[in-house]
């Protein structure tokens, strides 16, 4: 069953280019509610624990050398249908590949700094969600 909750960061390359605003204007102009946000940068460490799911993968190490490169800014954003509905606004992982208007279409400047990450799943938006944001964050 779907949830209305989703996880996004924007990602070290998009904050540092400056489009954090548009960024953030754009998921609140398509109707998503952010319910928590701060601007954090990722150490080795925590990058690589929340991209173990990818550890075996060979882009790993790249992954997280890019993910702690800089500051972040992690959101939890609520709208019915959530997930999908990030998943379409952001657009495919290769911006080339992204449909027109979409955030990574925009803002991406390769398919590894792709802008923004968005959960792909319920469950990983929850899971993802609570690695960086306590209960009491979230409002």
Same mark, same amino acid.
């Given at each position: 069953m779907a949830t209305n909750r989703t996880f996004t960061m924007i990602k070290p390359t998009a904050v540092k280019n400056g489009h954090s605003g548009a960024i953030l204007a754009q998921i609140q102009a398509a109707g998503f509610r952010i319910v928590a946000m701060k601007k954090t940068q990722l150490t080795i460490a925590a990058a690589g624990q929340f991209y173990a799911v990818h550890k075996e993968r060979p882009f790993y190490g790249e992954l997280v050398e890019f993910m702690s490169s800089g500051p972040i800014i992690a959101a939890i954003l609520e709208k019915?249908?959530? =997930?999908?509905?990030?998943?379409?606004?952001?657009?495919?992982?290769?911006?080339?590949?992204?449909?027109?208007?979409?955030?990574?279409?925009?803002y991406a400047t390769s398919i590894g700094?792709?802008? =923004?990450?968005?959960?792909?799943?319920?469950?990983n938006a929850t899971i993802e969600s609570e690695f960086h944001f306590a209960g009491t964050e979230q409002f």
């Open positions: 019915d249908n959530a =997930v999908a509905d990030f998943r379409t606004l952001i657009g495919a992982t290769n911006p080339a590949d992204a449909a027109e208007g979409t955030i990574r279409a925009k700094e792709n802008a =923004v990450h968005g959960s792909d799943s319920d469950e």
